[in-house]
């Protein structure tokens, strides 16, 4: 049987890691010795894009890679610090020629492609607020999202225009400029400009926008159980525990060759796969291709990957591939894999040490938080199934919530309940955009409450037991049943409709919809197909349901909610629970 605890030798390992006494970090840290070693000032300009790039391009890391783009066919495209330092330059150039400025809001949709990096840091120099999307979202999660913030500048491909956008295009009364990065069959769309053409006119020499610490510069949207999708907003302060974070949880040494599996339409993909490398000057490779096995074995050995940033569905489709696909594949250099989003099993940490040789180091935070808060650190012990430890900044407790919402510390170890932090820090969202009601409702005093559930055991390690909202998590990506819910009920045939996590070997959690139907309307094979195919065409293949399922009515309340909770439960063959308020005959 194996052991409840994987031991770590500090001798063993080929490089010192950066965080050696848990104890002595926690104690010496400070936001200001951070800022200090960022060379900022207190209350002094800050902007997220000059430390990660600039600061570099005019020192010693100046030629050194920044990013190593792996298209799916063809050569490796590099840039250096100093290319990326002009590149971004120039695209901020563009956005101030078209009259674009500080506080604006700027979205990308695009792949993981060169272009994509440097239209985000570009406009952060800009003083622009960045909010990326992701590819596989149909046209109405982006529609969505570009009506809450008020997007004026669109950065994109042709084909994802042309498909997803163009369409809407008339309902997004904010979006002024569309910038293309690429030219399908040489035509441009209608109110799209070629991007390569304003770059190649723009000077690759920019004066930086004055931005502070508190300035908005990232807006990145989450999902809640009800209402619209929430824009939680970063500001260019968050460098600092992008930077702290990637030290410590990330562990993060200068000749690392670091690799971040994340795409920057999500938040890891931004503050990982984006920020926090850059800030230590660090090189990163990305991939533009979608998974594949052997492909990532073989990143891993040909890019001599050192430092590994994934998630659990992408460990889990690896142990699916088998571990003879991996004995054909070298890959010395690595020494440190870290994984988020989504529970990792104490299987999958298990199979790291035994098939890659190294164990995987779970780690926790969520799009509000902005950067990683508890984790399974290089020098400590793993408990396989532990979330690990709150990193050096970071005060993490466990609370209970009583009958008036009076919010109460758990003190003692191994209770349940729910998982908050305590304090303020650099990364910590400052709003939820035009929500003020919502961002309120998740403080009480100096208290974040976070929504999921979670235990902390006798020795201080933490352990995540669920989320306490309907929310559902599919693949790492965070995905509100109620925007899947309205688009099913804007299909004539549906009366009712709820949406649950079903869970699922691979991806965690998968999307499962239940409808009843409004009379006249007869429940079968023909129409469930096209109730997927209507969700998929309208939300795209990563928030879409897998599997519908007819029910004559569907569980509410008295009030009339619909009863997610019991729609999973019966699903599950589990316990109803409470059914005290549901409605009599649901
Ligand atoms: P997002 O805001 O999309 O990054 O999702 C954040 C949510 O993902 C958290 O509130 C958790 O419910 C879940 N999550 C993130 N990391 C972990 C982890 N290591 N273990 C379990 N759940 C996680």
């Not at 990637?246 to 971040?260: E, M, S």
């Not at 990364?427 to 961002?439: A, D, I």
Request: negative net charge.
């Amino acid at each position: 049987m194996r052991p409840d605890i994987i031991r770590k030798a500090i001798d063993g390992l080929p490089v010192a890691p950066n965080l050696l006494d848990y104890q002595a970090a926690r104690e010496a840290f400070s936001w200001d010795l951070v800022r200090a070693e960022l060379g900022m000032a207190a209350d002094a300009p800050v902007n997220i894009a000059r430390l990660a790039v600039d600061r570099h391009a005019s020192g010693p890391r100046a030629a050194r890679t920044a990013f190593r783009f792996l298209p799916a066919l063809g050569e490796p495209r590099s840039l250096s610090f100093a290319e990326l330092a002009r590149a971004t330059d120039r695209f901020a150039n563009v956005l101030r020629g078209l009259g674009v400025g500080k506080g604006d809001r700027l979205y990308v949709l695009a792949g993981r492609v060169p272009e994509l990096y440097v239209a985000v840091l570009g406009a952060l120099k800009n003083g622009t607020v960045v909010s990326p999307l992701f590819s596989a979202f149909g046209p109405d999660p982006i529609a969505t999202r570009i009506r809450i913030g008020e997007c004026k500048v669109l950065v994109t491909t042709a084909g994802l225009y042309r498909r997803k956008v163009a369409p809407i295009r008339d309902q997004l009364p904010s979006l002024q400029h569309v910038l293309l990065l690429d030219q399908d069959d040489g035509e441009l769309p209608p109110g799209t400009c070629a991007l390569a053409e304003l770059m190649a006119a723009a000077s690759d020499s920019f004066a930086l926008e004055d931005t502070g610490p508190e300035d908005p510069a990232l807006l990145h949207f989450t999902s809640g159980t009800t209402g619209t999708p929430k824009g939680a907003i970063h500001v260019h302060e968050a460098a600092l525990m992008h930077f702290a974070t990637g030290r410590y949880a990330l562990d993060l040494h200068p000749d690392d060759l670091f690799w971040c599996t994340a795409d920057p339409g999500w938040v890891t993909g931004m503050s990982y796969g984006i920020l926090a490398p850059l800030l230590h000057g660090v090189t990163s490779v990305v991939d533009e291709a979608d998974f594949d096995a052997e492909r990532w074995y073989r990143i891993l050995q040909d890019q001599q990957v050192s430092v590994w940033y994934t998630a659990p569905t992408a460990i889990r489709m690896l142990m699916k591939a088998g571990p003879e696909l991996r004995q054909g594949y070298r890959f010395p250099q690595l020494r440190f894999v870290a994984s988020v989003g989504e529970p990792l099993n104490p299987e999958a940490v298990w199979w790291g040490q035994e098939v890659l040789g190294l164990p995987i180091h779970d780690n926790w935070w969520q799009t509000e938080t902005g950067g990683i808060m508890i984790a399974n650190l290089p020098a400590l012990d793993i408990k396989p199934g532990s979330m690990g430890k709150p990193l050096p900044g970071v005060a993490a407790l466990i609370v209970s919530r009583g009958d008036g919402d009076e919010i109460a510390e758990v003190a003692a170890d191994d209770v349940v309940g729910e998982l908050a932090l305590r304090g303020r820090w650099p990364s910590l969202f400052r709003g939820y955009l035009g929500q003020e009601e919502r961002y309120r409702k998740c403080f009480s005093g100096e208290l974040y409450l976070t929504g999921d559930l979670a235990r902390r055991d006798g020795d201080g390690y933490f352990w995540f037991v669920g989320r306490s909202d309907d929310v559902i998590k599919s693949a790492g990506h965070l995905i509100g049943p109620f925007e899947v819910e309205s688009v099913l009920l804007e299909h004539p045939a549906v009366a009712e409709a709820g949406v649950i996590g079903k869970p699922d070997e691979t991806v965690g959690e998968m999307v499962k919809a239940f409808v009843s139907l409004k009379p006249g309307f007869e429940a079968g094979e023909t129409l469930r197909r096209e109730l997927l195919g209507h969700a998929r065409k309208r939300l795209g293949a990563a928030v879409a349901p897998k599997e519908i399922a007819f029910l004559a009515t569907l569980p509410r309340t008295r009030s009339g909610k619909i009863m997610r909770r019991l729609l999973k439960a019966r699903e599950l063959g589990l316990p109803e629970g409470d059914t005290s308020t549901l409605e009599a005959g649901s």
